[in-house]
């Protein structure tokens, strides 16, 4: 599963042309913000996340290094989707 997650992530990434850098080209622990990654594009791709795993990220993970490794949104998502009230009906 996270297998899929991850490259869900990745492909949401690219789509939201948030990076300066091919995210496919990067590993788990590879520093987003080093990548490209902007506090607005950040946002943006936050709710493209959400969208694509149909999720809500809440209030406590609303912080810069939350989103700043693939690995760290993957483990995030895979967080999310195991709690049934985190997602959403729509």
Request: proline letters at 3%; hydrophobic letters at 45%; glycine letters at 6%.
């Amino acid at each position: 599963m996270h297998d899929e997650i991850t490259q869900a992530i990745v492909r949401t990434i690219a789509a939201s042309h948030t990076l300066s850098r091919d995210p496919a080209s990067l590993g788990d622990h590879d520093d987003l913000y080093a990548a490209g990654l902007k506090s607005l594009a950040a946002v943006q791709l936050m709710l493209a996340l959400e969208a694509e795993f149909r999720i809500e990220f809440p209030d406590s993970v609303l912080h810069r290094s939350a989103f700043s490794t693939i690995g760290r949104i993957r483990d995030t998502v895979a967080g999310l989707l195991d709690q049934p009230e985190a997602m959403h009906a729509g």
